[in-house]
């Protein structure tokens, strides 16, 4: 994309080695709010019929710009951009000089030169703020020429006084005043001089500068019949192809979306000028358009060495404006951006202006993200994977998820509260869980609402609208977070949620290509081929993009692919060809990586291949599957033991005569007690014989109990609900959330246990029970019946304590009078499980075009 000084953003990539998608070019003066969405429609289903139809004379576009601009067809000119036009119009007239206010956009004089038309320039004063004072320039036209104004002005961003121009152009009746308007539609409503030019103005207008497709070329100028009439003598016929008709037409009649620029225009420009000013640094030229032209008040540093910091160091590229007629090097123009641009902008600032310029050091730091074709896709092990091969490889890593919806959550040494998917890639990135790492993290609590935890705290329950307006909020403490972690690490590898092709959700974007673009990541969509339809969804996936998150996405890994991996060629040269983006590997389907889940999804499919391996197991634990399950990781080192066999039951028919039963945490206790109602399952783990070993752990201990009471309806409406009564305890919620993690002695077995502890409820005995797991503090945090045959615990994680799992399984083995083994045969390392997954995933990348990739 060119600005419109000519600056190229490829060519400014090849010179610093700054990838094109990671460069935020405020050199280019285009519309901020990204291009509307019929734009992509049209480019995806029309091209071949719009491409097919030429038209030569431009008629639908010179029509449809009478129609909505109010003027006579025979008073407008079409041409291959305004430029085009610009560049004719000496052409039709004998004029030998021109005037020029500078400073100005350059191609005024280009074309003044190149028809040998002699310059004068008209110079703007600074106390002025380079306004025109057109009584000033009209004593300067002192014979007919062609003089040039831009309105509003480039660099400078200031309009023209309407009434005062036009009875100057009637003045100077001999002269042919250009009037350029290509930034105009970023400016207020009624400032135009389409609808009130002279016999002697010619007012150029761009038409895709606002709607950020300026490789399209179309412009249009607007002028007397007489004048149009010897311009279009000298436009060639075919000018303008008739896709840039197709959507110049189409834009011109999008009243909604110029609404929408000049609104967000507003606030936006006003965020940036106070960005600006908070520096103290710089002194900004009143603009009434998308560009600021800015005065560098600090004497430590010039015009070119701002740009050359602010592009070299932080990937932001500004105009450079000494080499401007009229200016100096104490002058720069930055367009205005987005929020996410202001954000990096803002940043940028705090990194030169809060230290010495002669010391400040700050790089950017790299970032590498995984995303996914669709939920369960496998990028939270991918993930996970690359924390470990970065480490393996010297780099200090660490991961990072803006946002986490899950109802699996651990708690940090500080008492806080994340995703354990999180905890997972911490481990492998070999550093401790930190709550930045996972700064906002949603827990379901119904259909359409969570509870919404930001840096480690509950902050509320909200519904899915409520959570929309409280987005940029949460976004802020994501920034803050993120930015923290960085500045302590060589790279951060990201983890996306969901798809970023999910065009319902892609407005409210806070995890995927939003977070992808202020962490300057470069992306790799991970999609599993297992479910089928992997290689559309790669390509589906890039086509809802817009081009700048396309920009982003560096190439594909295909993920749980069982076979021959050189098969799949033909369709990675289809992806290549069609996408222009590489599939960087195939890694194969993993059951057995003994590895925590992702989501309760992944937790619950795996089931399938677990039962069939382990189905002559002599230990039967039925684990009952609750709507509402939480911290189902609980159960994962269960797994590993040859002895054992965990089978997932939904019905009371399901249930059978298994040798334990356990009930998993819960996120909302009410609703699943009800669901086991339903079922039969509650009546059926009732009546189960006294030799049943039945476990609870957390929202499971308090199922087992007598009854669980929410008098602040912290989970549901219900204020009381009865429970299994096998345990004689009840609970009640607290507002205040225990959250920590938690070392305590087993009585039974005498064995020291760990874990943590996350909870609302507060268990209490009613009646003869037994406590048989306390804190290091004293407090009671597991109880057994009388006979001890039914149990619960607090203390999440207490099966990956490896002597107390075993002692567990061989007290259900000596009851069915098995021998029990009286040692651990199954050790839960996780470190070794993640070296295992970083060796497969090693093994099936291109990990040094990956690295060439993110410049490792």
């Known amino acids: 994309m060119l600005d419109s000084h000519g600056g190229n953003i490829t060519d400014l990539s090849k010179t610093t080695g700054i990838p094109q998608s990671e460069i935020l070019d405020l050199s280019a003066s285009i519309n901020p709010i990204g291009p509307p969405e019929w734009l992509r429609k049209t480019i995806s289903r029309s091209i071949s019929d719009i491409c097919h139809y030429p038209d030569i004379n431009c008629t639908e576009l010179v029509d449809t710009a ?9 008073c407008i000119v079409a041409g291959n951009g305004s430029s085009e036009i610009l560049f004719a119009i000496p ?79 009637r003045e100077k009746s001999d002269s042919i005043f250009v009037i350029d308007e290509a930034y105009q539609d970023f400016c207020s409503a009624g400032s135009s001089f389409i609808n009130s030019f002279t016999e002697n103005m010619i007012i150029l207008k761009s038409l895709t500068k606002s709607f950020c497709i300026p490789g399209l070329r179309a412009g249009l100028a607007f002028s007397s ?17 008739t896709f840039a008709q197709k959507v110049s037409a189409k834009a011109i009649c999008d009243k909604e979306y110029k609404d929408l620029t000049l609104s967000e ?70 367009a205005v951006c987005d929020n996410d641009g202001l954000d990096r902008l803002e940043k940028a600032f705090d990194y030169i202006f809060k230290m010495s310029l002669a010391t400040v050091s700050v790089k950017r730091k790299k970032a590498i993200m995984f995303q996914g074709t669709s939920s369960n896709a496998g990028k939270s092990l991918v993930t996970a994977a690359f924390c470990r091969i970065l480490f393996q490889d010297g780099y200090s890593v660490a991961p990072f998820k803006a946002q986490n919806m899950a109802l699996n959550s651990f708690v940090t040494k500080d008492g806080c509260e994340m995703g354990r998917a999180q905890v997972l890639q911490a481990h492998a990135a070999n550093i401790d869980p930190d709550v930045r790492m996972n700064p906002v993290l949603m827990k379901p609590s119904s259909e359409t609402g969570s509870q919404v935890i930001v840096n480690g705290k509950p902050v509320g329950n909200f519904k899915v609208r409520e959570f929309y307006a409280y987005k940029e909020t949460a976004f802020a403490t994501i920034k803050n977070s993120f930015d923290s972690l960085s500045s302590e690490h060589d790279i951060i590898v990201l983890e996306g949620a969901g798809s970023p092709g999910e065009v319902n959700l892609k407005k409210n974007d806070i995890v995927n290509m939003r977070m992808a673009r202020y962490a300057n990541a470069d992306v790799f969509l991970v999609g599993d081929i297992d479910r089928g339809g992997v290689y559309s969804s790669f390509i589906g996936t890039m ?40 599939v960087l590997g195939v890694i194969p389907f993993m059951r057995d990586h003994g590895l925590p889940e992702e ?59 298994p040798d334990a039963v356990i009930i998993p945490g819960s996120k909302r206790v009410a609703p699943d007690i009800a669901f086991l109602k339903e079922t039969g399952l509650f009546d059926a783990i009732k009546s189960l014989p006294t030799d049943t070993t039945v476990m609870g752990v957390c929202a499971g201990m308090q199922i087992l109990g007598r009854e669980v009471n929410d008098p602040h309806h912290l989970e549901s409406n219900t204020i009381s609900t009865e429970a299994l009564g096998l345990l004689p305890i009840i609970t ?5 959330k225990t959250l920590c993690q938690s070392s305590a002695v087993h009585a039974p077995s005498g064995l020291n246990v760990t874990g943590y502890e996350i909870h609302h409820g507060v268990s209490s005995a009613v009646d003869e029970v037994e406590t048989i797991i306390v804190s290091e503090s004293g407090s009671p945090i597991g109880y057994a019946s009388p006979t001890g045959n039914v149990w619960g615990t607090y203390l999440h994680g207490i099966f990956d304590n490896d002597e107390f799992r075993r002692w567990v399984i061989d007290g259900l083995r000596v009851k069915k009078k098995i021998a029990p083994l009286g040692k651990v045969v199954a050790n839960y390392e996780i470190d070794s499980l993640i070296n295992k997954l970083a ?16 410049g490792l």
């Open 91 to 169: 052409n039709a007239f004998k004029l030998k000089s021109a005037i020029i206010p500078v400073p100005a956009y350059s191609d005024y004089e280009r074309v003044c030169h190149s028809h040998d038309i002699r310059v004068n320039h008209h110079y703007l004063r600074e106390e002025d703020e380079f306004r025109i004072d057109l009584k000033r320039l009209g004593n300067d036209i002192t014979e007919p020429s062609f003089v040039f104004i831009g309105h509003p002005n480039n660099p400078t961003g200031a309009l023209v006084d309407s009434v005062q121009l036009i009875e100057l152009a």
């Open 66 to 74: 009478s129609e909505k601009y109010g003027v006579g067809r025979e």
């Open 265 to 334: 225009m507003s606030r936006l420009r006003t965020r940036m000028i106070n960005i600006l000013g908070a520096t103290g640094k710089f002194e900004v030229i009143k603009s009434d358009c998308n560009f600021l032209l800015v005065k560098i008040i600090d004497e430590s540093i010039n015009s070119s060495e701002l740009k050359a910091m602010l592009l070299s160091e932080y990937g932001i590229a500004i105009r450079d404006c000494k080499t401007i007629n009229g200016l100096t090097d104490r002058f720069v123009r930055i």
């Open 225 to 241: 019949p007489a004048i149009v009439e010897k311009i279009s003598a000298f436009i060639p016929p075919w000018s303008v192809n």
């Open 599 to 657: 989501d309760s999804v992944s937790f619950k499919e795996d089931f399938v291949g677990r039962n069939t391996r382990k189905n002559a197991a002599e230990i039967d634990i039925a684990l009952i599957d609750l709507p509402y399950c939480s911290n189902f990781t609980d159960i994962d080192p269960l797994y590993l033991e040859p002895d054992v066999d965990v089978r997932l039951v939904r019905r009371a028919d399901e249930l059978g005569r």
């Open 543 to 582: 086509d809802v993009m817009e081009e700048w998150e396309r920009r982003l996405v560096k190439g594909f890994i295909v993920n749980k692919f069982r076979g021959d991996a050189s098969l799949l060629r033909p369709a990675h040269d289809y992806v290549l060809d069609f996408t222009g983006k590489p």
């Open 839 to 854: 060796d497969k995933v090693r093994a099936s990348v291109d990990l040094k075009e990956i690295y060439r990739i993110c």
């Open 732 to 736: 009640e919620f607290a507002i205040e």
